[in-house]
């Protein structure tokens, strides 16, 4: 490849592109958001960091990737299927759709309460592919209104940005989810004459609140998608890590094919092999009056971006949730004990750290989350990237601004706290430099 310096040199013309020339969203801050947090960890690698939604490291083992292909293989022979046929199912593309449809099928009525048919399944390179092929099926132009909760994942919304989708915010409230907010969205929509298609939600421990949507609430929502001619696209990546019973996943209750569930198995079994899935068991028909499902629409745009979801990252996956069925155990393991665990020594921490009276004094409050990786922090203070960058380089600890989790501005006062990544010692250690930032940061005029 030719250097825009070599190309100097031998006198040959550069190519030069402008920012002006390609793709819109690419100059949108929100793309921009991550590469500064990722900037600022690069820059302190002493600082303790609670901004990665990452799973622990220390709930994996690299051995268990082996035994998880064999253990998928060897069930493969079990089913009957030949030495060329089991090759075939790791060297080989394989259909968009997944190999694995059955294997997750099984776990999901299992797990997770989901009854659905193996055809209904799409397997995805992570959730986030998920997310991108339901909108591309779902939004058919600028006519069609994508609602999405806000504070929100970015994923959701960048992915909308990607695909010249403009989502409409519906606020989530410190108590959650409230129907009227979403119908009274839905209507401003319908009064500037566009259709309202799908909202977009994390029902249990969200991004980035860690807020969880009550059963009533979910029975409402359900009902009101029913009122609204509206789709709910359902994300669920912090369920099965969360400690504790669990509420019905929307889909679960679902019984009207109102619910596309995304799913992701990043969280739960391995990060690395970006394995995650969409349930789409809406039935879709065409002109001719023939009937398919939405899971076929999805596979068709799968089959011209990524093609297939890698063959061997299935059949790890597909080992470790057969040996989970095996052993009657839970395919996530120890992640609810480890995550529940940091969670608690954190809000400790917190409250040991910034004791009730210093709360009083300054307004610093957070919530606390039964589950997931996430709590939010509300303080006093402008909560933004130069924030952060004080934080970093004087105190030595690593936030996110809640603020890039707004779609249409706000959380200025915001901070995300993730615990999923750090030891004990790091959270102790974490929420004291925390602590130090705040009470500075606070007590300035």
């Not at 002493?46 to 990665?52: G, L, T, V, Y």
């Not at 004094?361 to 952060?388: C, D, I, Q, S, Y």
Request: glycine content about 8%.
């Amino acid at each position: 490849m030719t250097t825009l310096h070599e190309a100097g040199r031998t006198g040959r013309t550069a190519a030069l592109l402008h920012t002006d020339d390609l793709h819109g969203s690419l100059s949108d801050p929100l793309l921009d958001t991550m590469n500064f947090l990722n900037e600022v960890t690069a820059r302190y690698p002493e600082a303790i960091s609670f901004a990665p939604g990452r799973p622990f490291d220390g709930l994996f083992d690299i051995e268990q990737i082996f035994s998880s292909i064999r253990g998928y293989l060897d069930h493969l022979a079990t089913e009957g299927r030949s030495p060329a046929e089991i090759k075939d199912a790791v060297f080989q593309y394989g259909p968009a759709g997944g190999r694995i449809r059955k294997v997750i099928a099984q776990w999901l009525r299992r797990e997770v309460g989901i009854d659905v048919a193996p055809e209904s399944i799409v397997v995805t390179v992570g959730a986030q592919e998920a997310i991108v092929l339901a909108l591309r099926a779902l939004i058919r132009d600028s006519g069609d209104a994508l609602f999405v909760s806000s504070p929100c994942y970015v994923g959701i919304t960048g992915a909308a940005r990607l695909l010249d989708i403009e989502p409409v915010p519906v606020a989530e409230h410190a108590d959650g989810f409230h129907p009227e907010d979403l119908t009274r969205a839905v209507r401003a929509e319908q009064r500037r004459g566009r259709r309202p298609r799908a909202f977009y939600v994390v029902p249990d421990h969200t991004n980035p609140s860690g807020a969880t949507m009550s059963e009533a609430a979910r029975h409402a929502l359900l009902d009101l998608a029913d009122e609204l001619d509206l789709l709910v696209l359902e994300d669920s990546p912090y369920r099965l890590v969360s400690p504790g019973r669990q509420l019905p996943t929307l889909k679960a209750l679902d019984r009207r094919h109102r619910v596309v569930h995304l799913g992701s198995f990043s969280k739960t079994l391995f990060p690395g092999a970006r394995v995650g899935f969409a349930i789409a068991d809406q039935p879709v028909a065409d002109t001719a009056g023939r009937t398919g499902l939405l899971a076929d629409e999805l596979s068709k745009i799968k089959s011209m971006i990524t093609v297939n979801t890698s063959p061997l990252s299935q059949a790890a996956v597909a080992g470790m949730l057969l040996a989970a069925e095996e052993t009657a155990t839970p395919a996530a393991g120890e992640s609810p004990a480890h995550y529940g665990a940091s969670m608690r020594r954190t809000l400790d921490r917190l409250d040991e750290f910034l004791p009730a009276r210093l709360r009083d004094a300054t307004g610093v409050r957070w919530n606390k989350p039964a589950g997931g990786f996430f709590l939010a922090m509300t303080v006093p203070f402008e909560a933004g990237n130069a924030a952060l960058k004080r934080s970093a380089e004087e105190y030595g600890v690593i936030w996110t601004p809640m603020s890039y989790f707004y779609p249409a501005g706000g959380g200025e006062h915001g901070i995300r706290l993730s615990i999923s990544y750090l030891t004990p010692e790091q959270i102790d250690e974490g929420v004291a430099r925390l602590a130090r930032f705040v009470t500075a940061e606070a007590s300035k005029p």
